[in-house]
């Protein structure tokens, strides 16, 4: 789980605007928590290739700035050949361009 996502789940599971009620933020780090405490947890970080594959997703796509995330979860995911999980369709884009794998646990 890379440290975008675990923040991402943190701040949108503890907004008011998405869950009423919002999760406190600490029981939403406590969480974290348990799943970063099992054996298998792993937080991929950018290897020295990083800097060269986000500029290939650059290059390859006409990002907006609501992009620069994905992107940057998609380039993680290559240069570590992880395959990126998400019901979010927008993945796909880089999946087509053959710059990753990605998975939608919801066409399952």
Do not use: C
Not at 79 to 96: C, K, P, T
């Amino acid at each position: 789980m890379p440290w975008h996502t675990i923040l991402g789940f943190v701040r949108i599971t503890s907004n008011a605007k998405v869950f009423d009620p919002p999760v406190p933020v600490r029981q939403a780090w406590d969480r974290v928590t348990e799943w970063l405490d099992q054996p298998a947890a792993w937080i991929p970080a950018p290897t020295d290739v990083h800097q060269q594959r986000f500029g290939e997703f650059v290059d390859e796509f006409t990002l907006t700035s609501a992009l620069v995330p994905d992107a940057h979860l998609a380039a993680l995911a290559a240069e570590h050949g992880l395959v990126v999980v998400s019901a979010y369709q927008g993945f796909a884009r880089f999946a087509e361009a053959g710059l990753v794998r990605w998975l939608d646990p919801m066409s399952t």
